[in-house]
């Protein structure tokens, strides 16, 4: 009897035990905000995926290392390989869209992007696209779920059309000038045509435009078209190889690179360093700093780096894309940061409320000192309304063997990007038989 007794004693013990052990499991899980992570480490787009991505991650890492996470909660992360294509970020997307804790998507590519949007009103699951994306989801009483942080490719033409305009003294300058767009022939590069075509009506220049067939190897035939056509100037709207292709052809066919503008995708280490002498005098826009000075660098050298847990190189560490990521994923923890204040400190936030997060950032600039990013970007602040927060952009050009600022800050007009981006959000819901949000679901 007393071994039945012992025996019925060791079993409860073990389902008690076994018990406290599950408790804790699901305690320990619901601690972790998942940041589900899309990268190309291979492929054409690789080199400028790749610091992208690292920047996020080590972020990540920082925020753990220094701080514990967000008031306690850990945060996880886990890649997903697209090279850049649409199934794939799908497939990503899918299969990581139901991790417990999920935060957010940063699709990294347009393309993805636009096949996403249709799918994450039903997921609620937010979209941070910065700097790239559906220009028109600026309008968050449309685009409930995305967030084009920062700038759309609306924002950045229309800023082009600006420096270049003064430079030659006024926007009637601009009268009779020809501007040749060469584009990467994808949903990315196509999205800017619009803003161009408005200001082309505005303003009495011609533009010519030429796509390239994606990755961008072969670019001859466009430039002979260049050659030909003779433009006033060339904007480049390309990512990945197509970059350092259009800089050694201009080079080539005799073009001057001081008068070629790339987007802030078309900006970065990899497009000029392999060209070095030969890029120099180009420009593009710039979203952001380089450089490993400012606070926030210097705390990942030190957390993340500093003790071997680098995502990759040390070198970097710093630069134009790999910071670029590091403000995508610092824009995504506050977010999440911004909702426990709401939502409950220590708590796990559901993609819904992380949505809310991001919809109400006020990342003024003594915010941005505070959290180490002092020089490195323009205050953010978004609403109900407004998802992108800032439409600001500088123009840097490059010296032959670094980048240097060859502009002060240029903000979009306003005024002639809200009635196109009301028109193409209102186009977007009519498709789509969707409507506005209302007023009280702001609230929500």
């Known amino acids: 009897m007393k071994l039945r007794q012992l025996a019925l004693a060791t079993s409860v013990a073990a389902a008690g035990l076994a018990s406290a052990l599950v408790s804790t499991v699901a305690t320990a899980q619901t601690k972790e905000q998942f940041f589900p992570v899309l990268v190309y480490r291979t492929g054409a787009y690789a080199p400028n995926g790749v610091p992208w991505a690292n920047g996020k991650q080590d972020y990540i890492k920082m925020i753990n290392a220094r701080d514990g996470g967000i008031n306690g909660v850990k945060l996880t992360f886990e890649e997903c390989e ?68 920062m700038g759309s490719y609306w924002t950045g033409a229309d800023i082009l059309v600006q420096h270049i305009a003064k430079g030659l003294g006024g926007l009637d300058k601009l009268k009779g000038k020809k501007i040749a767009l060469v584009y990467h022939d994808s949903p990315f590069g196509k999205e800017p045509i619009p803003l161009l075509q408005e200001r082309a009506r505005m303003h009495g220049f011609e533009l010519q435009m030429l796509p390239v067939t994606a990755p961008g190897v072969e670019q001859k035939a466009t430039w002979l078209q260049v050659r030909q056509s003779k433009p006033d100037f060339v904007m480049l709207w390309g990512w990945g190889v197509m970059n350092s292709t259009a800089l050694k052809e201009a080079q080539a066919t005799g073009y001057p690179r001081d008068k070629m503008y790339g987007v802030w995708w078309a900006g970065a280490e990899p497009d000029v360093k392999d060209v070095g002498e030969g890029a120099k005098g180009y420009h593009a826009l710039a979203l952001n700093t380089s450089g490993q000075q400012p606070k926030v660098i210097q705390d990942i050298l030190k957390h993340v780096h500093g003790k071997g847990q680098g995502t990759g190189p040390k070198d970097e560490v710093g630069q134009v894309l790999y910071t670029r990521g590091v403000i995508i994923q610092m824009l995504g923890v506050e977010a999440v940061r911004r909702a426990q204040e709401r939502f409950g400190k220590g708590k796990v936030m559901t993609g819904e409320q992380v949505r809310w997060g991001l919809e109400n950032l006020a990342l003024d600039q003594k915010k941005l000192d505070a959290l180490g990013f002092g020089g490195v970007m323009r205050p953010l602040s978004t609403s109900c309304s407004d998802h992108m927060g800032s439409t600001w952009a500088r123009v840097h050009s490059w010296d032959g063997s670094k980048w240097n600022f060859s502009s002060d800050w240029y903000q979009a007009d306003e005024q002639i990007l809200k009635p196109m981006i009301k028109a193409g959000a209102d186009k977007y819901l009519a498709d789509k038989k969707m409507t506005r949000r209302t007023a009280a679901d702001c609230q929500s």
């Open 82 to 149: 697209t090279g850049y294509a649409t199934d794939r970020g799908v497939e990503c997307y899918e299969r990581l869209k139901s991790k417990p804790g999920v935060a957010l998507f940063d699709p990294q590519a347009t393309g993805i992007t636009f096949a996403l949007t249709e799918k994450v009103p039903n997921d609620k699951v937010p979209l941070i696209t910065l700097g790239y994306g559906l220009s028109v989801a600026q309008d968050g009483m449309a685009f409930k779920w995305n967030f084009p942080f």
